[in-house]
């Protein structure tokens, strides 16, 4: 039959961040959750993470034109040990306002779908990112993380960096690293939490039964309107469990 409403609605939270080299060893963090600023971005930061020999090569170039000599030797040889010395600060937009599309590009199971989510559509999304990487900039700035960065790397030598690095298949603007608005459009990420394509009321009831359908039910984040910053894997897995519940006692 047809669903005209299924894989419309798709969304993914936009990331965005930087990268920021340390002149002293940090501990390997993976990604934790820092706090939620008052205009709804999540922030979360990682440390200590391995990198690709082209990330060590691509940002040691980059680092020997920012630090003096003996700076950036140091720091080379830190990253020519696949240890990444630093971290690294996101920013994700919840919600979010934008959404895109999934749909199938031919009748084999095996194809790739197309997937479209429209990051930044909505003018919303984009000015909540701007506010996002502010406030990242405000953390990396003050006294308590001083220590943790090299004082002759600007943060617009941070936002140099990340512009330069192969984070998706973005061209670059000339603007890129001295509009926010730009560097958000041209660095976003995926962060894995897509969601929508059969959502409640369009596609599935509210006992997520697909409608016009016996039998077949859909139970996971697709039927999601929206999805906080948050790892959505807890919710996810309560909603499963819960309707699995509710099924057996029908």
Same mark, same amino acid.
């Given at each position: 039959m047809d669903q005209p409403m299924v894989g419309q609605g798709m969304a993914d939270n936009p990331l965005n961040g930087l990268f920021i080299p340390s002149p002293l060893p940090v501990e390997l963090s993976l990604v934790s959750f820092v706090g939620i600023t008052r205009f709804g971005n999540y922030i979360e930061a990682v440390s200590g993470l391995n990198l690709a020999p082209s990330w060590v090569q691509l940002l040691s170039k980059y680092l020997v034109t920012i630090l003096n000599q003996t700076e950036a030797m140091v720091n080379i040889a830190s990253f020519l040990g696949a240890r990444l010395q630093g971290g690294i600060i996101i920013e994700k937009v919840k919600g979010p306002i934008s959404t895109g599309y999934i749909e199938l590009q031919s009748l084999n199971p095996n194809d790739t779908p197309k997937v479209r989510f429209n990051y930044f559509k909505a003018s919303e999304d984009l000015k909540k990112c701007v506010q996002g990487m502010e406030s990242i900039m405000n953390i990396v700035n003050s006294k308590s993380f001083s220590k943790f960065r090299y004082r002759t790397m600007s943060t617009q030598? =941070?936002?140099? =960096?990340?512009?330069?690095?192969?984070?998706? =298949? @973005?061209? @670059?603007?000339?603007?890129? @690293? +001295?509009?926010?608005?730009?560097?958000c459009i041209d660095t976003v990420m995926i962060i894995w939490h897509y969601h929508g394509g059969c959502q409640v009321g369009k596609v599935v009831d509210q006992d997520y039964r697909v409608l016009g359908v016996d039998g077949? @039910?859909? +139970?996971?984040?697709?039927?999601?309107?929206?999805?906080p910053g948050t790892n959505p894997q807890a919710t996810i897995m309560m909603l499963g469990r819960y309707m699995g519940v509710r099924i057996l006692q029908d």
């Amino acid at each position: 039959m047809d669903q005209p409403m299924v894989g419309q609605g798709m969304a993914d939270n936009p990331l965005n961040g930087l990268f920021i080299p340390s002149p002293l060893p940090v501990e390997l963090s993976l990604v934790s959750f820092v706090g939620i600023t008052r205009f709804g971005n999540y922030i979360e930061a990682v440390s200590g993470l391995n990198l690709a020999p082209s990330w060590v090569q691509l940002l040691s170039k980059y680092l020997v034109t920012i630090l003096n000599q003996t700076e950036a030797m140091v720091n080379i040889a830190s990253f020519l040990g696949a240890r990444l010395q630093g971290g690294i600060i996101i920013e994700k937009v919840k919600g979010p306002i934008s959404t895109g599309y999934i749909e199938l590009q031919s009748l084999n199971p095996n194809d790739t779908p197309k997937v479209r989510f429209n990051y930044f559509k909505a003018s919303e999304d984009l000015k909540k990112c701007v506010q996002g990487m502010e406030s990242i900039m405000n953390i990396v700035n003050s006294k308590s993380f001083s220590k943790f960065r090299y004082r002759t790397m600007s943060t617009q030598d =941070l936002l140099n =960096l990340v512009a330069m690095l192969p984070l998706n =298949l @973005r061209p @670059r603007h000339l603007n890129t @690293r +001295i509009s926010l608005e730009q560097f958000c459009i041209d660095t976003v990420m995926i962060i894995w939490h897509y969601h929508g394509g059969c959502q409640v009321g369009k596609v599935v009831d509210q006992d997520y039964r697909v409608l016009g359908v016996d039998g077949v @039910r859909v +139970i996971d984040a697709t039927t999601f309107n929206f999805s906080p910053g948050t790892n959505p894997q807890a919710t996810i897995m309560m909603l499963g469990r819960y309707m699995g519940v509710r099924i057996l006692q029908d």
